[in-house]
């Protein structure tokens, strides 16, 4: 294993970290800084890199676990706004964390059906820098349009425990854009439609990131079985390093976009989203990429 391959092991860790939470597409820079900086590991390069920028993300989502333990672990008798029961075992059943989860499950149900049967026509058809850069500016202009249009207004849902199956369905299906066509962000997709439907910044933000849990860890184990378990020492210490980093850059950012959101809203990533958008499509034009 060369030192290079540690090095960019980190820098795709520190990446996916940065950019799985902020509405700006997790997916879109990998391939972005997979043009610009390969990652060529084992016999079979692509089919590791295809396994890895999946992957990886488990250490993005390991974070959320830790920083939100209390929100959404179901069991225990400490803080159990809502027991099964008042006595025995019930008294451990916090009702309404399972409800949440309920919801969670009904959102994963359109990206989880259409991944499982489509995925590798989509990563064949859509994952080039020309997608990226078309989601990338569309839903950057979405971000504007709604945070324009929504300045001013008060939300119809301010916490979690008021969405319903309907608006946890609704969510779904903007987060199955984000399964298709790389550039758009599963948590920009996931946002932009909350907020659409009327959830607040926050409760959005959140609702995300918990959304994130099945997803990932879904998704991360159809790429494992594909690629079939079978690593080279090599291919697992990559593997490993760049999910501790994607881990511990993940606990900066989730902390400070929570902060962010409660005094600012989404837009400067939306124009985020347009600048490099164009920087993309104009590389690729001039066969940079």
Not at 152 to 181: C, E, H, P, R, W
Request: glycine share 8%; charged share 15%.
């Amino acid at each position: 294993m060369e030192i290079f391959d540690i090095i960019k092991s980190v820098i795709f860790g520190i990446v996916e970290g940065i950019t799985e939470w902020l509405p700006i597409s997790s997916t879109g820079h990998m391939i972005l800084l997979n043009e610009i900086l390969p990652l060529r590991i084992g016999k079979n390069p692509d089919d590791f890199y295809s396994m890895f920028e999946v992957v990886i993300q488990l250490g993005a989502i390991l974070a959320v676990v830790v920083l939100f333990w209390s929100q959404i672990w179901p069991f225990g008798r400490k803080n159990n706004k809502a027991p099964l029961a008042k006595t025995g075992i019930g008294a451990w059943v916090k009702t309404d964390i399972f409800v949440l989860w309920f919801h969670i499950l009904v959102s994963t149900i359109p990206a989880a059906i259409i991944g499982i049967l489509f995925d590798d026509v989509f990563e064949r058809l859509f994952y080039n820098f020309q997608t990226v850069a078309i989601m990338l500016i569309l839903f950057g202009i979405a971000f504007i349009v709604i945070e324009t249009r929504h300045n001013g207004k008060s939300a119809k849902i301010n916490s979690l425990v008021d969405i319903s199956y309907t608006t946890a369905l609704m969510i779904g299906f903007f987060q199955l854009i984000a399964a298709v066509f790389p550039g758009t962000s599963r948590s920009g997709a996931t946002i932009v439609g909350a907020l659409l439907i009327g959830v607040s910044r926050t409760v959005a933000a959140e609702y995300t990131f918990f959304l994130a849990i099945p997803v990932m860890f879904g998704a991360s184990l159809l790429k494992l079985v594909k690629f079939g378990f079978h690593f080279t020492g090599e291919e697992a210490a990559i593997l490993i390093i760049g999910m501790i980093v994607a881990f511990v850059v993940s606990l900066i950012v989730i902390k400070f976009l929570m902060g962010y959101i409660k005094k600012h809203n989404f837009i400067v990533f939306g124009w985020y989203r347009i600048v490099l958008g164009a920087i993309v499509l104009l590389c690729g034009i001039a066969g940079l990429l």
